[in-house]
């Protein structure tokens, strides 16, 4: 599986009973996706990424273009705005971890990149 591919897949709705990605299935799609790391935060595992951008416009430009697919996927990351970088956070609340679907629009920002 590529980062188009996955890029490509469906979100799905999560509900409370969602059951998270395995620690397996995780490095196996971390390896899909560059520059991504898991991270944890308050005991919350979350997909973490810092994009490099030539200025502060840049970097809120890349941010107004996850925060369109984020809207379209109704899947919300954190995002950080700085001068010449975007930090973006993906995890899922609902289930207090990481889900697909994290993965999934993990991959869709570095298509925005």
Same mark, same amino acid.
């Given at each position: 599986?590529?980062?188009?591919?996955?890029?490509?897949?469906?979100?799905?709705?999560?509900?409370?009973?969602?059951?998270?990605?395995?620690?397996?299935? $995780?490095?196996?799609?971390?390896?899909?996706?560059?520059?991504?790391?898991?991270?944890?935060?308050?005991?919350v595992e979350q997909?973490?990424?810092?994009?490099?951008?030539?200025?502060?416009? $840049?970097?809120? $430009?890349?941010?107004?273009?996850?925060?369109?697919?984020?809207?379209?996927?109704?899947?919300?990351?954190?995002?950080?705005?700085?001068?010449?970088?975007?930090?973006?956070?993906?995890?899922?609340?609902?289930?207090?971890?990481?889900?697909?679907?994290?993965?999934?629009?993990?991959?869709?920002?570095?298509?925005? $990149?």
């Amino acid at each position: 599986m590529s980062t188009t591919d996955l890029a490509a897949e469906r979100c799905t709705a999560c509900r409370p009973d969602s059951v998270p990605v395995g620690k397996q299935e $995780a490095a196996r799609l971390l390896a899909q996706l560059p520059g991504w790391e898991v991270v944890v935060e308050d005991g919350v595992e979350q997909l973490a990424a810092t994009f490099d951008c030539k200025d502060f416009a $840049a970097a809120l $430009a890349f941010a107004n273009r996850v925060g369109e697919l984020a809207e379209a996927a109704d899947h919300h990351p954190r995002i950080v705005v700085e001068w010449g970088r975007a930090s973006v956070r993906w995890w899922t609340h609902t289930i207090g971890g990481l889900h697909r679907n994290d993965f999934i629009m993990a991959a869709r920002c570095l298509m925005a $990149a």
